[in-house]
């Protein structure tokens, strides 16, 4: 049974698909303008890119989050996307820093964590882990994620990656990858299947680009307990906007709701 999760206020995990929305402020100037944004988009969750800061020193981190903290009405989750999986390069030791930082301070609700980061086996190299023990002892949910900008792995190792998340104690495990075909999507919706069935974190599930845009929309049949969606700039290949995804998720939700629950169709 999936084990439910509360940042904040937002329950991931129970009840309807969560939408979760990027912001990616350079500075502190657009740190309040797109707080502003994403604070009356009807988004669930927002989700603040630290990468795209020009200085990510630490002070200048921190000092950026005190002002989120005050401006965005959701939960935030803070989010440092590296070079190896479409965002900035970093130091493995700033790396651990800066998440353990962020972790610290208060402002932030959840922190995603690059799981296999340093590794190339479906072990997380040591750091992860002890960001991952951080997180928990100061009881701030973790994002376990992995992202694959080139392909679709095949479902084994896709169940595979995901249980290693669940083992490690990871409160959500998010998996995205880059389809090459609508067998690839169906292929994704199957593992979400799978994985919901047999592991507890909440899943976000996410096929890229615009082949995938149908796992955004209807991911929450499949198992995936939140999605994403864009206010401003897209921040992965096939977001949408939440104006526009929001109607359709809703619909989805109505009408895939258990049998008996439904209003009648009369035709296919």
């Known amino acids: 049974m999936v084990r439910a999760v509360r940042l904040g206020n937002v329950v991931i995990g ?72 479409g965002g900035r390069a970093i130091g493995d030791d700033d790396y651990v820093r800066l998440l353990s930082t962020l972790i610290s301070t208060g ?29 928990r002892e100061r009881g701030i949910p973790t994002v376990a994620s992995y992202h694959d ?5 095949p479902r084994a190792e896709s169940l595979a990656r995901l249980g290693a998340m669940a083992d490690a104690g990871a409160d959500i495990a998010k998996f995205a990858c880059m389809p090459q075909n609508a067998l690839d999507v169906a292929e994704l919706f199957v593992t979400s299947a799978e994985a919901a069935e047999r592991l507890a974190p909440p899943l976000i599930m996410l096929a890229m680009g615009s082949i995938g845009a149908v796992s955004r929309a209807a991911g929450h049949i499949f198992g995936s307990a939140a999605t994403f969606a864009m206010v401003g700039e897209a921040t992965a290949p096939g977001q949408m906007p939440i104006s526009e995804l929001r109607p359709v998720v809703a619909a989805l939700e109505h009408w895939s709701e258990p049998a008996g629950h439904k209003k009648p169709r009369t035709s296919a």
């Not at 969750?45 to 959701?74: F, G, N």
């Not at 900008?149 to 792995?153: E, H, Y």
């Open 14 to 85: 129970a009840g309807e698909m969560k939408i979760i929305v990027p912001i990616t402020p350079t500075d502190q100037e657009e740190a309040i303008s797109q707080a502003a944004i994403a604070s009356e988009s009807g988004a669930d969750i927002v989700e603040w890119r630290v990468d795209y800061l020009h200085d990510v020193s630490i002070e200048a981190v921190c000092h950026i989050a005190a002002i989120l903290t005050t401006r965005v009405k959701q939960p935030i989750l803070a989010t440092f996307r590296t070079s190896a999986e």
């Open 107 to 135: 402002s932030i609700d959840a922190i995603d964590v690059e799981f296999f980061r340093g590794t190339d086996t479906f072990t997380p190299a040591k750091p992860i882990t002890e960001i991952l023990e951080f997180a």
């Open 149 to 153: 900008f080139s392909t679709a792995p």
